[in-house]
C-alpha cells in the first residue's frame, strides 16, 4: 500500500455536506469517499494507472 500523505483541504459547506452524505450511503468515512472520487476521476482522466491487483472498492462492486 502507497504511504499516505495528510494535506489540509478547504471545501464549500455544501460540497463537504454532500460528500458526506454520499460517503454515509456508501458506508465510507469523509476522508476515504474524498480519495475514492480523486482516484476515480483520476483514472478516468488517464492520469493514474489501475494497480495490477485492484483492492479498490470498484473491484467489488464489478462482477
Known amino acids: 500500500m502507497a504511504a499516505k500523505k495528510a494535506y489540509p483541504l478547504r471545501l464549500r459547506e455544501d460540497i463537504l455536506e454532500a460528500v458526506a452524505r454520499w460517503a ?4 465510507r468515512s469523509v476522508n476515504g469517499q474524498i ?22 472498492d470498484e473491484a467489488e462492486t464489478e462482477g
Not at 454515509?24 to 458506508?27: A, G, N, R, S, T
Not at 472520487?37 to 491487483?53: C, K, M, S, V
Open 35 to 56: 480519495e475514492f472520487i480523486l482516484r476515480d476521476a483520476l483514472w478516468r482522466a488517464g492520469r493514474l494507472r489501475r494497480p495490477e491487483t485492484d483492492t479498490s
Open 24 to 27: 454515509d450511503d456508501d458506508l
